[in-house]
C-alpha cells in the first residue's frame, strides 16, 4: 500500500498535465533548460539527531521556468527519463553538486558529503561511471564527498549489472545510498553483498510515527537489521519532534527533513551551518 503514497500521485498529475497540455512544446522547453542555464539545485541538510551537527546535503534539482516559474522535479523528471534528456540533466546535476561542494570547502565550511539523485536510465547508461570520474576530476572534489541514491528496484531491474556500476563507484570513493528503502522488494541479507553504506527509510514509514504501530515496527527492524549488518541508516521526511524522539530511541541517529530544514538554495546551506539553530 505504501507505493500508492504521495510520490505516485505526484507522478499522475504529472504525467496528466503534460498529457492535456503542451507535451511537445514541454519538452523542447526541457531541451533547452540546461543550455539556457535554467535548472537549479536545492539543497536539504542530513544532521546527526543528538550534535545538531550537519554533516551532509542532498541535492534536489528544480527548473526554473521561463513562464511556469520554479517546477519540482515530479514535473519534469519523469519526461526527462521518457526522452532520454535524463542523461544530459543527470549529469548536469552531478557536476553542479559537486562544484558546489568544492565551493563550500573553499570558503571554509567543514567538509561534508553531498547527495545525489540519479535515475534508472541515467545509472545503466554505458559512461555514467566514466562520467562521475570525470566531474570528480574536473572539479577537484574528494570522492568520499559525493554520494549517489539508486533505489532498489534499480538494483534488482538488473541486478548483475548493478552490483557491477556500484563496485566501479565504490571503486572511486564514491558511497552508495538505498534510497527510499522499504518501497521495494529488496531483502536486507541481499544488501549485504551489496557495496552499498546508508540506507534512507522512506518518508512514508515516518509520517505515522510514533503512533502507526506496524509503521513503527518496520521503522525500528530496519535500523537495527542495519546496524548489524554495518550500514548507516538515515531517516527521511522527519518533521516533527515526535518522529525524531521515536527514531533516537529506535537508535537511529541521522535525520533528514522539514524538522531539520525544507530544501534551501546554495547560499542558505553556508547559513545554517555557521549559525545553527538551537534546540
Ligand atoms: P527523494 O529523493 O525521495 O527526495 C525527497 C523529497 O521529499 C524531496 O522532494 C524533498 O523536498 C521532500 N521532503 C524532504 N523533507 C520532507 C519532509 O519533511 N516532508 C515532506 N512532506 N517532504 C519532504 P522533491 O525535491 O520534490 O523531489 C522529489 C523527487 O524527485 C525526489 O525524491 C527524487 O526522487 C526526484 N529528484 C529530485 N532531484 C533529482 C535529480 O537531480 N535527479 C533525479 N533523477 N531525480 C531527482
Ligand atoms: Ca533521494
Ligand atoms: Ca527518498
Ligand atoms: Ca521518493
Not at 545509472?123 to 562520467?131: A, T
Not at 515496527?217 to 546496524?227: E, F, P, Y
Request: with cysteine; proline share 4%.
Amino acid at each position: 500500500a505504501k507505493n500508492f503514497g504521495r510520490d505516485n500521485c505526484q507522478r499522475f498529475s504529472a504525467s496528466m498535465a503534460v498529457r492535456t497540455g503542451d507535451r511537445l512544446s514541454m519538452q523542447e522547453d526541457l531541451r533547452l533548460a540546461v543550455e539556457r542555464n535554467e535548472l537549479r539545485l536545492f539543497f536539504q541538510p542530513q544532521a546527526d539527531l543528538r550534535s545538531g551537527r550537519i554533516f551532509a546535503v542532498e541535492a534536489l534539482v528544480r527548473w526554473q521556468h521561463p513562464k511556469k516559474g520554479l517546477l519540482p522535479p515530479g514535473l519534469f523528471i519523469p519526461l526527462a527519463e521518457e526522452t532520454g534528456l535524463i542523461n544530459e540533466i543527470g549529469k548536469w546535476v552531478i557536476e553542479e553538486a559537486c562544484r558546489q561542494n568544492r565551493a563550500w570547502q573553499d570558503e571554509g565550511l567543514p567538509a561534508m558529503a553531498v547527495s545525489v539523485n540519479v535515475s534508472a536510465r541515467q545509472f545503466r547508461e554505458p559512461y555514467f561511471v566514466n562520467v562521475v570520474r570525470s566531474i570528480l576530476l574536473g572539479c577537484g572534489l574528494d570522492p568520499r564527498r559525493l554520494e549517489i541514491e539508486i533505489t532498489e528496484s534499480m538494483i534488482m531491474q538488473d541486478l548483475t549489472r548493478a552490483v557491477e556500476t556500484m563496485r566501479e563507484l565504490a571503486d572511486l570513493g564514491v558511497t552508495i545510498a538505498i534510497d527510499d528503502f522499504g518501497t521495494g522488494y529488496s531483502s536486507l541479507s541481499a544488501l549485504k553483498s551489496f557495496p552499498v553504506s546508508r540506507l534512507k527509510i522512506d518518508r512514508s514509514f515516518i509520517a505515522e510515527l510514533p503512533n502507526d504501530e506496524s509503521d513503527a515496527a518496520i521503522t525500528s527492524a530496519v535500523i537495527s537489521m542495519a546496524q548489524k549488518l554495518n550500514l548507516k541508516v538515515i531517516a527521511e521526511g522527519v518533521e516533527t519532534i515526535a518522529q525524531a524522539e521515536f527514531l533516537r530511541e529506535a537508535g537511529c541517529h541521522d535525520i533528514q527533513g522539514y524538522l531539520v530544514s525544507r530544501p534551501v538554495q546554495a547560499a542558505k546551506i553556508a547559513d545554517i551551518i555557521r549559525w545553527p539553530r538551537q534546540s
